[in-house]
């Protein structure tokens, strides 16, 4: 099977993927009594007392089919999932928080994977030599330290105590500027770092950075021991096959041996790994978010969970759904590319 075939077949797999998921969630809301259904289109108290009125609107008491096409049709082209405790619309609620979280990942999806598979490829080439030592403590450390703990003390030492990056996603001098409707300034892809630049202001992006370097700190040392650690034990097998022998017997330095033969055969499970990491950066972390202020998605969702809001619970599953479903497939065309005896099966 060709790469056009076997990616061609992967888009046409992922239609009814995609159904499934917006059937689930569409079934997980007819448990809820068609009342609390109808409340979640409520923006005035007063019309607590014409629910009827509502359940009409939303067509919630017609048949099960006729409401999945509707509510499809809410969500996807109206882009209404109901409003949240604060009256305010959940669609523009999750579409004002998504920046903050999808910035955080962008900064910290590539030092994770990069340092991860040069440092796991490294330990596992001087295997129980030094720094093969060093990588395995790295890697117990870094899933054995809980998140909230490392950011408070990394902001107790490089905020609280030297001022050098401060939480949040900037200072409050931007904030002001930023948010004046007088002001020049225009969002452009609503990423600070990116958007300071494209306004001709610098000195935005270097704040922005400022603000990122401790959450992405932090995401990276306790996410980076997973990829290490999976990178070193799929190395050390790929090492020990017989391809590599036989590479070896051809003449092939080291340095091709690993770069060219062991390390692309070791990265497959590395790229499953890799691609959950980065959904689950990309739909929010809630405790990094929570500790740094950065009022992300995931920090809405879970604040959100614990009242609980119902529509944005709901809309944060179908986002999670939709991220982690486009993950997978970008992960399956990885594989292929990795390996081509993948696209025959």
């Known amino acids: 099977m060709g790469l056009k075939t076997y990616i061609t077949r992967r888009l046409l797999l992922l239609i009814p993927t995609l159904i499934g998921i917006t059937l689930l969630i569409f079934a997980i809301m007819q448990f809820l009594p068609v009342n609390i259904r109808a409340m979640m289109y409520i923006t005035d ?98 899933t054995s330290l809980p998140s909230f703990w490392l950011g408070i003390v990394l902001l107790s030492i490089f905020f609280a105590g030297l001022g050098w990056f401060p939480p949040q996603r900037w200072g409050s001098n931007i904030n002001l500027y930023v948010s004046n409707p007088s002001s020049s300034w225009k969002w452009y892809t609503h990423f600070i770092t990116i958007d300071g630049l494209l306004n001709g202001r610098p000195d935005i992006t270097l704040d922005g950075l400022r603000h990122l370097v401790l959450p992405v700190t932090v995401l990276t040392l306790l996410n980076i021991a997973l990829i290490m650690r999976v990178m070193r034990s799929s190395m050390l097998e790929s090492l020990s096959k017989d391809y590599i022998t036989a590479a070896k017997a051809k003449g092939l330095t080291k340095k091709e041996v690993i770069n060219k033969h062991a390390r692309k055969n070791a990265l497959i499970p590395v790229v499953t790994l890799s691609g959950l990491l980065a959904a689950g950066l990309l739909t929010g972390v809630v405790i990094t978010e929570t500790v740094f202020d950065l009022k992300g998605v995931g920090a809405y969702a879970a604040e959100s969970a614990a009242v609980p809001d119902i529509p944005v619970v709901l809309a944060y599953a179908l986002l999670s759904g939709f991220v982690f479903v486009m993950a997978n497939l970008i992960v399956d065309l990885l594989y292929a590319y990795l390996d081509p005896r993948i696209r025959l099966g």
Do not use: C
């Open 45 to 142: 108290i007063k019309e607590l007392d014409d629910l009827p009125k509502l359940i009409e609107e939303h067509g919630l008491a017609q048949p099960v089919y006729i409401q999945y096409f509707r509510w499809l049709k809410e969500v996807f082209v109206d882009h209404t999932f109901g409003v949240d405790r604060y009256n305010q619309p959940v669609f523009e609620a999750i579409m004002a928080r998504l920046p903050a979280t999808v910035e955080l990942a962008i900064f910290s999806i590539p030092p994770i994977i990069i340092i991860g598979i040069v440092f796991g490829t490294t330990a596992a080439v001087h295997k129980d030599k030094a720094f093969d030592h060093m990588t395995r403590l790295l890697a117990i450390m870094g």
